[in-house]
């Protein structure tokens, strides 16, 4: 079992940055493929990015460029870089653990979900 706890969030300024930390118990995250996902008031929750056991990498299209994943297996933790913030940004954001060494851009295929950190940039 894997527990998942984010942390970062907060308010933020359009243009502003803001960096999520993900942190894990139970297990080390480092041997699950991990990703951040978001969910905005009335909207499906969405994918954002993720990151491999090997350390391949993807994102949405919509904060590539912007955002970047990345991990310190020392700390077991995976965190979410967040800059040229958007309002359309605001959100929820999910950190998700998968017993798999694959990435996934579904959240279908997450095994583990912390509660989430709410992420608001203003205009």
């Known amino acids: 079992q894997v527990q998942l706890v984010e942390s970062g969030g907060g308010l933020a300024q359009t243009g502003g940055s803001l960096r999520l930390a993900c942190t894990a118990s139970?297990?080390?995250?480092?041997?699950?493929?991990t990703g951040w996902f978001r969910q905005a008031p009335g909207k499906e929750r969405e994918f954002v990015a993720t990151?491999?056991?090997?350390?391949?990498?993807a994102y949405a299209d919509s904060v590539k460029g912007r955002f970047t994943i990345s991990r310190d297996n020392a700390k077991n933790a995976v965190y979410l870089q967040m800059n040229s913030l958007k309002p359309e940004d605001t959100a929820n954001y999910y950190c998700?653990?998968?017993?798999?060494?694959?990435?996934?851009?579904?959240?279908?295929?997450?095994?583990?979900w912390g509660r989430g950190t709410q992420v608001t940039v203003s205009s």
């Open positions: 990151i491999s056991w090997s350390g391949s990498i």
């Open positions: 998700a653990g998968r017993r798999s060494i694959y990435f996934s851009r579904n959240d279908r295929d997450y095994d583990y």
């Open positions: 139970g297990r080390t995250l480092s041997n699950y493929a």
